[in-house]
């Protein structure tokens, strides 16, 4: 089996493409998450703060001099990011939670019992027929 036919065969299993599909619909929910976080959730509870852009927060670790840059330190950015990902893993968690109560379910549907085989079938009848 040639390496092409080996890696089509692999990428055309369901798992495969059923993660490659989870991971672009996960970064596209990311990207709406960020802007949301960003641009609608942020700028109120900065002005509830008393005008604080998060995005500015920052701690001035050393000074620009001369051509060299300033060192900082910015957690404001750090915040966004952990609110993104808190809210991100709250939507996975909810996720996956309904995942698992499906399954629950499923596994608790009683199965139906199975189909006596020929052989009991005609013993039964033997023995109905000898008690009369």
Known sequence: ?????????????????????????????????????????????????????????????????????AVTLNYGAFIQTVVDFVIIAFAIFMVVKAMNNMKKKEEEAPAAPPKPSAEEVLLTEIRDALKK
């Open 1 to 69: 089996m040639s390496m092409m036919s080996e890696f089509k065969s692999f990428a055309m299993r369901g798992n495969v493409m059923d993660m490659a599909i989870g991971i672009v619909i996960g970064g596209a929910f990311g990207k709406i998450v960020s802007s949301f976080v960003n641009d609608v959730l942020m700028p109120p509870l900065g002005m509830l703060m008393g005008g604080v852009d998060f995005k500015e927060l920052s701690v001035v670790l050393r000074e620009a001099a001369g051509e060299a840059a």
